[in-house]
Nanobody, 118 residues
Framework: QVQLVESGGGLVQAGGSLRLSCAAS????????MGWFRQAPGKERELVGA???????MYTDSVKGRFTISRDNAKSTVYLQMNSLKPEDTAIYYC????????????WGQGTQVTVSS
């Protein structure tokens, strides 16, 4: 069992930055694939980016060059650094983790609200 707790959301003006954190507890963090999803009102949940144990990362096109995922295995924490934020980035951001298989089928955090004002 893996428990995930997100933090770091809030209200920021367009062009600003936020860093989200997701602390994991449970089994070996370094073996986990970690991802960030978001869901805006009236829209489907989408994968923002992910980080795998081998170091590979991926990002959805709309955040490439602006968002960065990093992980600190010693702290069992994954981060999402969000720069140059846009109003369309407003959403609830969720952290997800999985040892195998799709992230959507793994463990989820409770979510943290990110609101970007224009």
């Amino acid at each position: 069992q893996v428990q995930l707790v997100e933090s770091g959301g809030g209200l920021v003006q367009a062009g600003g930055s936020l860093r989200l954190s997701c602390a994991a507890s449970g089994r070996t963090f370094s073996s986990l694939a970690m991802g960030w999803f978001r869901q805006a009102p009236g829209k489907e949940r989408e994968l923002v980016g992910a980080s795998w144990s081998g170091g590979r990362t991926m990002y959805t096109d709309s955040v490439k060059g602006r968002f960065t995922i990093s992980r600190d295995n010693a702290k069992s924490t994954v981060y999402l650094q969000m720069n140059s934020l846009k109003p369309e980035d407003t959403a609830i951001y969720y952290c997800a983790a999985a040892y195998s298989g799709p992230l959507v089928n793994g463990y989820w955090g409770q979510g943290t609200q990110v609101t970007v004002s224009s």
